[in-house]
């Protein structure tokens, strides 16, 4: 079910009245146990199956690692936690990934593995329920969590709807205490929630799913199209990427808060980064937060020298580029990202960054601009591997960059990006003057609060009426 | 009172902000179209556009109410123009002007005549036979072109005239005539006024047009997504192997035998088998034939239609190859004639003398 369709907001219809009756934290956690069910089936019911799996053994593996005093034994039971969301994972998103370029490299020597490949489908958000479970049982083992006692809650900690598919990639020490009280929200989390999804739905139908209207033509057939089209093709993908996913995240959010539930942010204005190491703790914050802690501190982080450091953000970066794809694309994109945060970490030396901006005179906000806009051309660049769908066509791309052709629709291609790029830098702009998500919540007048929404929503609705919903990118993954 | 006023000027701020995006960006569609007294309704002039149906088109009206590249409504002396008249196919609004069957036919034609070539788009979508010949009397005919490519599909061959502005076909005395509709002022200036709101604001245009989508079938697909399953809507179902078969009426060979005078040149764009006529038709089809794809297939939109862009570069090769070769019989034509006039004035002047 996505949440750029109609079917969604009724399913949401059914069930927040219904939630609010239940009467006590058991019933209410069951019920949207159940409704997360059918949320996820609702693509495929043959699905919820591998949840289901994924939540049993981390459930029972969870308890056996907390009552376990032996190290050899919880090494044990972590690793078959380990082997089983990881080979989820390997089975469904990497088998045939991996398959192919043994095959490709086999057939110079003449053997043709192609028969190996399997003809199967990558599960909705797997990505993102097994690394949730994985956290689980790490932090288990790692002892900074305690397991929890009841199913039902670990269950719904795991499929949890409004984050089921596309994260923020909840840890359990946020989610699971929660869950563990009735929840009943608050007016602020009522009125908090119904902002976010109407934001998160206008920005992810209204900027999102429209710039990849422009991309998906652009990007699908770039044979057609001349230099100046197909570079405004990338950095409209920059922004469908961002709205699409930050969109994403508000709804999903918004949804848990009208069920009492508070998601980590996920995006913090990345856009607005004055450098790399900022621009990650900006973008999916849940997933880099998630590398840095379980992948980056495992490998020794910066705890064993400045080549090794170097060395580890390289590796955490490639692998999670991998995360996001079974492709060698997105192992470039990661790299690049690797090597990016690497050489910016050895410039900084041991100095920290200042994550936030303020206005100190005009020489201040042309520092902050240009250092802005250079983190944006890095980033655009690595977009280039995220969108294409093979290194032929990312060579393409970049060789119709170099040998530049004008193009007659030059000037309505800067306009129409251009347009995008203004209509996101507001918003992004609001939210980071104010530090929050719901800017909207600061005018005083609420009647002008109201109006504002009535137009987002409106425009939203129409459009979605009129269209066929795109979803999200990060469904892929 | 203060949060009533706040709440419509939240509204207002808010609808200025959100139009303004929805335009610059062509997220949504302004109306194209603009009431003509003469022609009954023509392309907005100077006016843009951005399409996704079935493909991707960025283009724009150009000040003479055409589609895209502008030619003046004077001819150079030596160019030679072709006017394309026709319904969407023609109109073709799924592809760049650049990749467009017609400005591939100019490009090709000018480098094989060594002379200037202007291809004008007339298309309009929903036009047939009788459209086509209104259409060309009440405005195709002021740019002079020298020749007039009519592309027809299997439900082209009426006179059901498409939209309600436009003039009509009448058959008197076995001779043509074009009747235009009569409104009052009254109602021309309801139709101007809307025609204005409409082109200037996108978000009335597609209030509008969702309007017209308020049908049962539509509106519980969309709310109910695969659990009430959309039946899809395809414009030409090319894999069927049945030939409609047309019976051209009297009134339908009277009006092509009058646009066959104008040096028009009929071109069908599906199998149809066509009975009662003396006329010619090159059948654009044929040229797919044992070809490995689907001249109609989307692969992005995954939908299937108009001809896709890799059609559009084959036919406009197909078209230049037809219409180079006519070009040079009427050019050896004229020749002949000028021989001929030479001739008999010489045998005049011998005969006087």
């Known amino acids: ?207 999102g799913d429209t710039t990849g209207r422009y991309v998906d033509q652009l990007f699908g057939n770039p044979e057609l199209y001349k230099s100046p089209e197909l570079l405004a093709g990338l950095v409209l993908f920059s922004i469908q990427i961002y709205a699409d996913f930050s969109g994403y995240s508000n709804i999903a959010r918004g949804t848990a808060k009208l069920l009492g539930v508070e998601l980590m942010k996920n995006f913090e204005q990345p856009y607005l980064s004055t450098n790399i190491t900022e621009f990650w703790r900006r973008w999916h914050i849940s997933l880099s937060s998630w590398l840095k802690d379980y992948l980056y501190i495992s490998l020794g982080g910066n705890r064993k020298g400045k080549v090794r450091t170097y060395i580890n953000l390289f590796t955490t970066m490639l692998l999670g580029g991998l995360w996001h794809g079974a492709a060698w694309t997105f192992v470039i994109w990661g790299g690049l990202h690797g090597i990016y945060l690497a050489i910016h970490k050895a410039i900084l030396g041991n100095r920290k960054i200042n994550i936030s901006y303020r206005y100190t005179g005009i020489i201040s906000l042309l520092n902050f601009s240009v250092k802005c806009i250079f983190t944006n051309i890095l980033v655009l660049f690595t977009w280039l591997f995220f969108r294409v769908k093979s290194l032929a066509e990312a060579k393409y791309f970049l060789s119709k960059m170099i040998h530049w052709e004008s193009s007659e629709l030059t000037g309505i291609f800067i306009r129409i990006t251009l347009t995008f790029v203004l209509v996101n830098f507001l918003i992004d702009f609001f939210e980071y003057k104010t530090n929050k998500h719901t800017p909207i919540l600061l005018i005083p007048n609420y009647g002008f609060q109201y109006g504002i929404l009535l137009v987002l929503l409106g425009t939203t609705l129409l459009y979605m009426f009129q269209s066929t919903p795109l979803p999200f990118v990060y469904f892929q993954f | ?131 086509c010949y209104v259409h060309y009397n009440t405005f195709v005919k002021k740019f002079n072109p020298d020749y007039i490519i009519y592309i027809f599909g299997d439900d082209d061959f009426s006179t059901r005239n498409s939209e309600p502005f436009l003039p009509i076909v009448k058959i008197e005395d076995d001779s043509l005539s074009i009747e235009k509709p009569q409104f009052s002022s009254k109602y021309i200036k309801k139709v101007k006024i809307k025609e204005l709101i ?48 047309i019976n051209i009426t009297p009134k339908l060979e009277l009006i092509l035998s009058n646009l066959a005078q104008n040096n028009g040149y009929f071109f069908l764009r599906s199998n149809i088998e066509l009975s009662n006529s003396k006329f010619t038709f090159h059948n654009i089809n044929q040229i797919f034939e044992n070809k490995d794809y689907n001249p109609h297939e989307w692969k992005i939109t995954k939908t299937s239609g108009h001809w896709n862009n890799r059609a559009h570069k084959e036919i406009g090769g197909y078209l230049a190859k037809e219409m180079e070769s006519i070009i040079q019989k009427r050019k050896i034509e004229a020749i002949h004639q000028e021989e001929l006039s030479q001739e008999l004035a010489r045998i005049k002047t011998n005969f006087t003398n």
């Not at chain 1, 044990?76 to 991996?98: A, D, P, W």
């Not at chain 2, 509106?219 to 192997?241: A, G």
């Open chain 2, 1 to 131: 009172m203060k949060n009533i006023l706040g709440f419509i000027l939240g509204i207002i701020v808010c609808l200025i902000i959100v139009e303004a995006f929805v335009s610059n960006s062509f997220v949504m569609e302004k109306f194209i179209y603009v009431f003509d007294q003469e022609v009954g309704r023509i392309f907005r002039p100077n006016s843009e556009y951005v399409k996704f149906c079935e493909g991707f088109g960025i283009g724009s009206v150009n000040k003479y109410s055409f589609l895209n590249k502008e030619y003046p409504i004077e001819k150079p002396e030596n160019s030679i123009r072709i006017a394309l008249l026709g319904d969407s196919f023609v109109e073709s609004f799924q592809v760049f002007d650049r990749h467009y069957f017609g400005r591939v036919m100019e490009n090709i034609l000018r480098e094989k005549l060594k002379q200037p070539v202007e291809v004008l788009n007339f298309g309009r979508s929903g036009f047939d036979l009788g459209d």
């Open chain 2, 198 to 245: 409409f082109s200037n604001c996108a978000l009335i245009n597609n209030s509008q047009k969702s309007k017209k989508l308020l049908k049962k079938d539509y509106i519980f697909s969309q709310l109910f997504d695969k659990l009430y399953p959309k039946t899809t809507e395809t414009v030409e179902n090319t894999e069927t192997n049945i030939t409609p078969k």
């Open chain 1, 1 to 207: 079910m996505l949440f750029n369709s109609f079917i969604f907001l009724i399913f949401l219809g059914v069930v927040l009245p219904i939630f609010y009756l239940l009467p006590n934290k058991r019933s209410k956690n069951l019920f949207l146990l159940l409704s997360s069910y059918f949320f996820y089936g609702y693509w495929d019911w043959k699905f919820c199956s591998l949840l289901a799996i994924s939540t049993i053994v981390d459930y029972y593996l969870g308890k056996k690692l907390f009552n376990e005093q032996r190290e050899k034994q919880r090494k044990i039971y972590l690793t078959m936690s380990m082997i089983v969301n990881l080979g989820l994972l390997g089975v469904f998103k990497y088998f045939n990934f991996f398959v192919d370029s043994f095959s490709n490299l086999t057939s110079n020597f003449g053997y043709d593995l192609d028969f190996l490949h399997l003809n199967i489908i990558l599960p909705v958000g797997i990505s993102f329920y097994t690394f949730q479970t994985m956290s689980y049982t790490i932090d288990i083992y790692k002892k900074q969590l305690e397991p929890t006692n009841s199913f039902i809650d670990f269950a719904l900690f795991v499929s949890f709807f409004p984050q089921l598919v596309a994260g923020p990639i909840e840890r359990a020490s946020n989610l699971l205490p929660q869950l563990h009280h009735k929840l009943a929200p608050n007016k602020e989390q009522i009125q908090k929630g119904i902002v976010l999804i109407i934001t998160g739905l206008f920005k992810k139908v209204m900027v």
